[in-house]
């Protein structure tokens, strides 16, 4: 279990898919809607282009040796990354599948309070607006990191660096929450920020347990 409690951190960059909600539903709905679009660039039926795609994600791990997003078969498969996105925000509807949690509300509203709140998703901003409103969340947030800032996904390190720097805190201070970790916390935790991997609402939630035990060291001189 990581040790949160020194005080140090100052503020959080939360994933948020599969981070600040988890739904296989929508989280399936989102790899349909891409592979309806390589169908369409492709000329290939929906369930070849399914294929292709688990065969190039396959194929790009292996040769990686990292867990690859959608956005990595997308190049990979000759489209545009940025097409695929305005097929996304035209086609998906997020309302339709995911559920308030007022957990997660209460955890962000809670730990806003001490730490500064980011979002840093590979997900486009239209969609990240919609679904932030839709959760709850939307106030909580500082700022909000999404792909088309700079059309890098995630894993990227100049983004990180960029991040890290435009929030004006040291690696160190700055903790990175997400629940894929060769996509989401790898390089931060290469540039020496702390992380945290949580695949479920259930890790969400005890990380503000971990992040507001009672500090063993001074931390009054940090915060
Ligand atoms: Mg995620």
Redesign the pocket.
């Known amino acids: 279990m990581p040790d949160f409690s020194s005080g140090e951190i100052k503020g959080i960059v939360f ?5 600040l909600y988890v739904c296989e539903r929508f989280a399936s709905e989102i790899q349909d809607a891409a592979a309806i679009y390589i169908s369409g660039i492709k000329r290939l039926s929906y369930s070849e282009a399914m294929q292709m795609m688990a065969e190039t994600r396959q194929r790009l791990t292996q040769e990686n040796g990292t867990v690859q997003t959608i956005s990595a078969v997308c190049s990979e498969l000759g489209g545009s990354v940025q097409e695929m996105h305005r097929f996304f925000t035209q086609t998906l509807r997020p309302e339709a599948y995911l559920i308030r949690d007022e957990r997660v509300i209460h955890l962000l509203k809670r730990l806003s309070a001490q730490f500064s709140i980011y979002i840093y998703t590979n997900n486009n901003r239209i969609l990240t607006a919609r679904i932030m409103n839709y959760l709850g969340l939307d106030s909580i947030a500082d700022g909000t990191f999404t792909i088309d800032d700079a059309w890098r996904a995630k894993p990227d390190e100049e983004m990180v660096v960029r991040i890290i720097e435009s929030i004006g805190l040291k690696p160190e201070e700055t903790l990175f929450v ?3 970790y060769d ?2 916390l790898r390089v931060p935790d290469q540039l020496g920020c702390p992380v945290y991997l949580s695949q479920s609402i259930e890790q969400l939630l005890l990380l503000g347990e971990l992040l507001t035990q009672k500090p063993s060291a001074d931390m009054s001189a940090v915060r």
């Open positions: 994933d948020l898919d599969g981070t997400g629940d894929r996509i989401d």
